[in-house]
């Protein structure tokens, strides 16, 4: 479904988000998302026929729209080195807003029965390993990474980069230490490995 700017839809949109990422799916209840939009709930049904369309279009609409950001966010050169590439990208990853970020909280509440294909995380990760996965398979031609699995690099990258800003932005957890740093160890690490040089 496309939502026009300043259409009634997108605020019926916006009013569920608002409540769902509040109190879950069983408490986002048509009567709040209406008075929370300014409509009536026959407008709501009208354009959107049930709660579970609805509900349905908000977290796609919102995660559209983050998916948009992160496919800008880990786009790259083929003359990007790795190192401007992951620092880059965990900076505007850890730079997103509270806002953009809520369609995660929403996604990790998903209740069992979505199918996993609609599961707002998945479409999320997916996105980001992808674009990783690209990034360094062409670093492995441009012989710039040794010829290792660049999917199994990508799930790494993405287990580290994701869970840090998890924990962050969507549970408040900072690092005990400048951002800077975590981000200069993360390299350290993921550019020199963990053997000791002390033989």
């Not at 009536?40 to 279009?57: D, G």
């Not at 970020?101 to 979505?114: D, S």
């Not at 996993?116 to 398979?137: A, D």
């Not at 993405?158 to 993360?186: H, N």
Request: aromatic residues 10%.
């Amino acid at each position: 479904m496309e939502v026009k700017s300043g259409s009634i839809e997108e605020r019926i949109i916006n009013a569920s988000f608002h409540i769902l990422e509040k109190e879950g799916i069983s408490g986002a209840t048509t009567k709040k998302i209406a008075t929370q939009a300014e409509v009536s709930e026959v407008t709501l049904f009208r354009k959107f026929e049930n709660k579970q369309k609805l509900i349905e279009a908000a977290k796609d609409y919102y995660c559209n729209n983050l998916i948009s950001k992160l496919e800008e966010i880990f786009e790259s050169t083929p003359e990007t080195s790795v190192e401007e590439y992951l620092t880059s990208c965990f900076y505007k990853v850890a730079n997103l807003t509270d806002y953009e970020l809520n369609i995660i909280k929403v996604g990790l509440e998903e209740v069992r029965n979505i199918p996993t294909e609609n599961k707002v995380f998945l479409r999320i990760s997916e996105t980001i390993i992808l674009k990783l996965k690209n990034f360094f398979s062409l670093k492995i031609q441009q012989n710039e990474i040794r010829k290792i699995n660049p999917e199994i690099l990508a799930l790494n990258m993405f287990s580290i980069l994701f869970e840090s800003i998890i924990l962050w932005k969507v549970y408040g957890k900072t690092p005990q230490y400048p951002i800077d740093k975590y981000i200069e160890d993360f390299l350290d690490i993921i550019l020199n490995g963990i053997k000791s040089d002390i033989k």
